[in-house]
């Protein structure tokens, strides 16, 4: 079993395993090279595009996982919602949900509507050989609020209106999104994922008592849906949710860059963790990111498991040469 995949269920490591979120992206110049001309989701259609950038990291940089490359709103668009993916801007949705009756139109997900997901999975997996591969998924109010907002929003002002006016609807929402989730998830594992992320990369707009209340029995029955595999689960700024986000069933929580692991472990009650070196740290003198590398790692002692990673992805101005060389660090000495 590789290092990784022991981390993620708290056995003992002979290192401490390490990937990036966003690995694979715009901070790799043979990334910008294939994507050129290719619209984002058409290259997320595409299973030997799709596998290609997916492996680029894992060549250059000798992380001990991959992340299947692919976007939260993949699902989504397969079952025939209309989202285009903006530059600069990001998912943008033709018809945003604010009704019971758009929630009620909305289609379900075949498993064969995203096959081409299916055969990237298989390719990458006879690629990979013992380097697992990561399966991804957004989680339910980050996918929420896309559909709301019709955008990206800073406050989630249409999304929380929904929530707290009409929590009937708000849950009906929640509970396609699930089941879009589960079925996109199950299709990966299937495939050959070795473990899976949930990314629900706005829960830290919510309080625990909204969370709870409005989140988390979706993105537990949402991980529920894959047992076979360790389970990730990631938000940002989502130091008050940490607790309740290991309650929805994960081996591992993921942890941004704002709360220490070692006081992460301890609200997490004996799950393992990731994380999570400030991103802008990268763009410091060497000096400095060996030091807060070795200090996460260090704190991430306190918990069972350790999976070493960002507090969020990395950044497209990021130098890979520095990716590279924290990778050798944790493997070699830290």
């Known amino acids: 079993m590789s290092e990784f995949l022991r981390a993620c269920r708290g056995e003992p490591v002979s290192r401490t395993p390490v990937w990036f979120m ?14 050129a001309g290719v619209p984002m989701l058409e290259s997320c259609r595409r299973p030997e595009l799709v596998c290609e950038i997916t492996l680029q990291p894992v060549r250059r940089h000798g992380v001990d ?8 709103v993949v699902p989504l668009v397969a079952a025939g919602i209309d989202i285009d993916i903006v530059g600069g801007t990001g998912p943008v949705v033709a018809s945003p949900i604010r009704s019971r009756a758009d929630v009620a139109a909305l289609r379900g997900l075949d498993p064969g509507q995203v096959s081409f997901v299916d055969d990237a999975v298989r390719l990458l997996v006879k690629e990979l050989g013992d380097t697992p591969l ?12 896309y559909l709301i907002e019709g ?4 406050h989630h ?7 707290y006016g009409d929590p009937q609807t708000w849950h ?22 070795g473990a899976v992320q949930l990314f629900d990369s706005w829960a830290g707009a919510l309080s625990e008592r909204d969370y709870r209340e409005f989140v988390l029995p979706h993105s537990r029955r949402i991980l ?25 069933g994960p081996e591992v929580v993921g942890v941004d860059w704002r709360t220490p692991l070692d006081v992460a472990a301890g609200l997490v009650k004996g799950k393992a963790v990731q994380g ?5 740290v990268l763009f410091a003198p060497w000096e400095v990111v060996e030091r807060e590398t070795r200090r996460v790692v260090a704190e991430g002692r306190a918990a069972p498991g350790h999976v070493f990673n960002l507090g969020h992805g990395v950044m497209p101005e990021t130098d890979p040469d520095v990716l590279t060389r924290v990778v050798e660090l944790i493997h070699h000495s830290a």
């Open 276 to 280: 999570n070196l400030d991103p802008c």
């Open 224 to 248: 529920a849906s894959v047992p076979q595999v360790p389970r990730i689960h990631f938000g940002v700024g989502t130091a008050q949710l940490l607790t309740a986000m290991a309650e929805a």
């Open 65 to 72: 996982a991959a992340i299947l490359f692919s976007d939260i």
């Open 134 to 145: 990561i399966g991804f998924a957004g989680a339910p109010f980050t996918l929420a609020s």
């Open 22 to 35: 966003r690995q694979a992206g715009r901070s790799l110049p043979e990334y910008r090279a294939i994507r």
């Open 172 to 193: 009906a929402l929640c509970s396609y999104l699930a089941d879009v989730t589960s079925t996109f998830l199950q299709v990966q594992v299937r495939a050959g994922a």
């Open 151 to 154: 955008g990206p929003s800073r």
């Open 157 to 163: 002002e249409k999304t929380k209106a929904l929530m």
